[in-house]
């Protein structure tokens, strides 16, 4: 069992920045690749970001590559995402996942944190 928490959402301008954290427990966070999910109201899931469980692989989705940057630190167990230059369209809830592959498809994971509100102001 994975356990992660999320951490650092919040109300941000547009063009602004935020970090988001998820810190897992249990199992040997370096043992698996980690996922951040997406969700707006009425809307489905998405992928955002992923990284493998080496660093060395990471995946992003279109809408957010050259703004948004995942990165994990071994020594905390945690993985982060950190946003610049936000729009209204990234506002939502903002999920953590690790499984042990490398994937962009939500339901390929295992285990999920509770999600974190990321709202963007215009």
């Known amino acids: 069992q994975v356990q992660l928490v999320e951490s650092g959402g919040g109300l941000v301008q547009a063009g602004g920045s935020r970090r988001l954290s998820c810190a897992a427990s249990?199992?040997?966070?370096?043992?698996?690749?980690m996922g951040w999910f997406r969700q707006a109201p009425g809307k489905e899931r998405e992928f955002v970001a992923a990284?493998?469980?080496?660093?060395?692989?990471?995946n992003y989705a279109d809408s957010v590559k050259g703004r948004f940057t995942i990165s994990r630190e071994y020594a905390k167990s945690t993985v982060y995402l950190q946003m610049n230059s936000l729009k209204p369209g990234d506002t939502a809830v903002y999920y953590c996942?690790?499984?042990?592959?490398?994937?962009?498809?939500?339901?390929?994971?295992?285990?999920w944190g509770q999600g974190t509100q990321v709202t963007v102001s215009s």
């Open positions: 249990g199992r040997t966070f370096s043992s698996y690749a």
């Open positions: 990284v493998s469980w080496s660093g060395g692989g990471v």
């Open positions: 996942a690790a499984d042990q592959h490398l994937t962009r498809v939500p339901e390929a994971y295992a285990y």
